[in-house]
C-alpha cells in the first residue's frame, strides 16, 4: 500500500507562483511512474504532469507547457509541481498519483493524495 499526502495549495494572484509536493510513504517510491492531476468545480479529472520513474522524462498538458514543471526526489519518496505564471483557470483541486503505467489516463493510476486546493485569483 501506498499513501500519497500532498502539500503547497493555497491562493494566489494570476501571475503568481505556486509550488505543489507529495510525499509518499514506502520503500518502493522509485518503483512508480508520479503524475499530478486537477480537478475543477462541474468538470472531469484531468491529467497535469507525469514524469517517469528515473526522473529523467516529463510529460505536460498542452495547457501548462512551459509553466509547470514536475520533479522528483527519488531519495525523498517525493514528487513536486512548480506552477509559475498561474491564471484563474488552473483554480482546482491537484491531486498527485502513483502508478505503474506510463499513461496519461486517470483511472490506470493505483494510488492517489487526498487533494490540496489551488485557488488563482484575476
Known amino acids: 500500500q501506498v499513501q500519497l499526502v500532498e502539500s503547497g495549495g493555497g491562493l494566489v494572484q494570476a501571475g503568481g507562483s505556486l509550488r505543489l509536493s507529495c510525499t509518499t510513504s514506502?520503500?518502493?517510491?522509485?518503483?512508480?511512474?508520479m503524475s499530478w492531476f486537477r480537478q475543477a468545480p462541474g468538470k472531469e479529472r484531468e491529467f497535469v504532469a507525469t514524469i517517469y520513474r528515473s526522473g529523467g522524462d516529463t510529460l505536460y498538458a498542452d495547457s501548462v507547457k512551459g509553466r509547470f514543471t514536475i520533479s522528483r526526489d527519488n531519495p525523498k519518496n517525493t514528487v513536486s509541481l512548480q506552477m509559475n505564471s498561474l491564471k484563474p483557470e488552473d483554480t482546482a483541486v491537484y491531486y498527485c498519483?502513483?502508478?505503474?503505467?506510463?499513461?496519461?489516463?486517470?483511472?490506470?493510476?493505483?494510488?492517489w493524495g487526498q487533494g490540496t486546493q489551488v485557488t488563482v485569483s484575476s
Open positions: 514506502g520503500r518502493t517510491f522509485n518503483r512508480y511512474v
Open positions: 498519483a502513483a502508478g505503474l503505467a506510463t499513461t496519461t489516463a486517470a483511472d490506470a493510476y493505483d494510488y
